[in-house]
């Protein structure tokens, strides 16, 4: 017996009905999951009674925590937001740069929750490099030039950073890397410092790296660098520096007195004499 059109019908909308339907509980569904997760997120079970800090040194770990605005007895997921990004990330993002424009040691920060009940900050702080004389200004600076401290000057600078003269400064900002006329002579300065620490660590007796006071890169691309205050080497081609190195060091062992003071010049010749300093 075939189907009439009418009862067709009927099936096919019957089975739109049940399709629906089905739909429509599979969404009420979903809302109940979500809205239980929500209560459950925000539920005493996830009320934080410890916020950690790690990798700090110059920083306390209170004035990090501080810096954040963050303090136990709270929600985990409350204080975390509803900043899409923060939720997605499962991170303090806002916090974070907060902790990064007002901390100018600070290299990198985490935040993220800990659940159910502690928060961890990660940070990476930045190594001091040298102290950039700036217009008057003595400027504390990393190896990749962001400012970390600016002397007031009354104070007397530290003897563990050498000085570095010489160097074109368009602007500053504590924080922040400095932004010179010409970066590289502070890209040969990194060069030969690294050169300087790799000789170093084949002499176990002398060690030049902590003897350097001041850098002048006014005469690019050489590099003047003194030593201990009283010794000023001016270096030549950065592809003969591994030589030039040696050759001090030789003449600092052997030939220079500890308190003489003096200077060689490896821009006029390979083997150039130690000139005494009246």
Known sequence: MKKTPE?????????KARIRMRRIRRFLLFILVVTGIIVFAKSSV????????????????????????????KNAFEM??????????FRFNDLEREIYDSMPYIKSVSIRPALPTAIKIKVQERTPFAILDKEGKSLLIDREGFVLEEMDGKSPLPDNYFRIIGISV???KLGQAVKYRNNESLMDLLSFCDLVVKSDKDDKE????????????SDAP???????????????DLEDANY???????LLVNNITAKQKGSLDFTKGSNPYFVPSQ
Request: zero cysteines.
């Open 46 to 73: 996830f009320i934080v009674d410890k916020i950690e800090v790690s990798g700090n040194k110059k920083y306390s770990s209170s004035a990090i925590i501080l810096n954040t605005g963050l303090v136990p007895g």
């Open 222 to 236: 050489y590099i003047s660098v003194e030593f201990e205050k009283r010794i000023t080497v001016k270096f030549g």
């Open 80 to 89: 975390l937001g509803e900043k899409p990004k923060n939720l997605l990330s």
């Open 206 to 217: 002398l060690k030049l790296y902590k003897r350097i006071t001041k850098v002048d890169l």
């Open 170 to 172: 368009d602007s500053f």
């Open 7 to 15: 009862k067709t019908y009927v099936k096919k909308k019957s089975k």
């Open 244 to 250: 030039q190195i040696g050759v001090f060091r030789y």
